[in-house]
């Protein structure tokens, strides 16, 4: 399949997104990279770190979540905490190199009585000049509205998986009501965070359809993140990984080249699961359109890579943060 380079397309098919998967392994990667080039400077990597600002006691049965109040992890609830508190958490991030900051709350849905803390820590998080996203759950017109007044870039609401795998995954939030909050969120002006996780179980046909309904989106997803399971023991699908094994890592980086070629103009992010990512990995999926990564060494609950390993990578692969000018070569002395 040849890949246009013109203007993002909303009209794949699910036959055409796995036609791309089922591409020679260099072919597609090959694809990936030259869309890549089409709309990024390929040595660029944006920075983002997250923060969990409400941790544990979810209603949501999410099968992978160790926040989840339905499955015993060992995890405690916590209460939503002080914008003062985030905010510090913020300017250390950004100080860390950080450009931009994520907060995460362990909602069903946002209640309206905690709007004025958030919007206090929204506030706060975008006048240290860094971009600011969250994940609160489902929101309502309305909510989305006053987000997007507190100064909230980003609202990020994952479809965690294709339609036919997702009712395997979670039970008490519908495909739909996920689609109808990134319509709220779109109507409101704000960007959209949106992708899913791989290796919960599913097939390549899953992975092809969650890639599909985001490339298919009214607008696609300005940042798309892309997680690999960390199975946490406790949780249905954790305990099942760990028992069948993870997702084979060629096929993640196909996942993340694919990702690219249908969504050429987003964010491509590795998020959780990078801490168990090899150099060789994390460089295939950079290769494939991946750039932008979480840092900061903790994702919500799970780990990271450590701000060391990172910039050791980003030096070993002449990377730089995204928007920061590449160093001036030295001049050579003629003989």
Known sequence: MQTNLAEPRHDWTLSQVEALFDLPFMELVFQAATVHRAWFDPSEVQLSQLLSVKTGGCAENCGYCSQSAHFKTGLKAEKLLDAEVVIAKAREARDGGAQRFCMGAAWRELKDRDLPKLAAMIGGVKALG??????????????????????????????????????????????????????????????????????????????????????????????????????????????????????DSLE?????????????????????????????????????????????GKLLTTPLPGQDEDSALFQDLDLRPMGVKAAAPEAVAAE
């Open 130 to 247: 860094l971009e600011t996203c969250a994940t609160l759950g489902m929101l309502t017109p309305k909510q989305a509205k006053e987000l997007k007044d507190a100064g909230l870039d980003y609202y990020n609401h994952n479809l965690d998986t294709g339609p036919e795998y997702y009712g395997e995954v979670v039970t008490t939030r519908t495909y739909q009501e996920r689609l109808d909050t990134l319509a709220y969120v779109r109507d409101a002006g704000m960007s959209t965070c949106c992708g899913g996780i791989v290796g919960m179980g599913e097939t390549r046909r899953d992975r092809a359809g969650l890639l599909r309904q985001l490339a298919t989106l009214p607008s696609h997803p300005d940042s798309l993140p892309i997680n690999g399971l960390v199975p946490v023991s406790g949780t249905p699908l954790g305990d099942k990984v760990l028992k069948e094994g993870q997702i």
């Open 252 to 296: 993640f980086v196909r996942t993340v080249a694919v990702a690219r070629i249908v969504c050429p103009k987003s964010m491509v992010r590795l998020s959780a699961g990078r801490d168990a990512m090899s150099r060789e990995l994390q460089t295939l999926c950079f290769l494939a359109g991946a750039n932008s990564i979480f840092v900061g």
